[in-house]
């Protein structure tokens, strides 16, 4: 199984981008799929997930609830809308997903529980 994201790239504070996350040879079916970001110099932090393919089971950070929305849009595709960027978005932005679809809710938000990984698509936020 490998994951690749894409949709990167230089915006403008205040614009938006739309990233995605596509699985190659499975489907994610009961996968906890998730997003998470690393700036330079700063551990991974998460971003958003969707548990165990459930739509009606988002999660996200505070930083950017209200202005992210991760979504599934086909049965190995899954994004995050991002709207309202600001400068301290700016990351390298990377999916990743449980293999097993075992995810605990309390270990949504903890990178060491994903074991695949896409190569990260980078995100600049201009000011």
């Known amino acids: 199984v490998q994951l690749q994201a894409y949709g990167g790239g230089l915006v403008q504070s205040g614009g938006s981008l739309r990233l995605s996350c596509v699985a190659s040879g499975r489907t994610f079916r009961r996968s906890t799929v998730a997003w998470f970001r690393q700036a330079p110099g700063q551990e991974r932090q998460f971003v958003a997930a969707?548990?165990?393919?459930?739509?009606?089971?988002t999660y996200y950070a505070d930083s950017v609830k209200g202005r992210f929305t991760i979504s599934r849009d086909t049965d190995n595709t899954a994004s995050l809308q991002m709207t309202g960027l600001r400068p301290d978005d700016t990351a390298v932005y990377f999916c990743a997903a449980d293999s097993e679809g075992r995810m605990i809710l309390s270990s949504v938000r903890d990178p060491s529980a994903y074991n695949f990984w896409g190569q990260g698509t980078l995100v600049t936020v201009s000011s």
């Open positions: 969707i548990f165990r393919w459930n739509s009606s089971r």
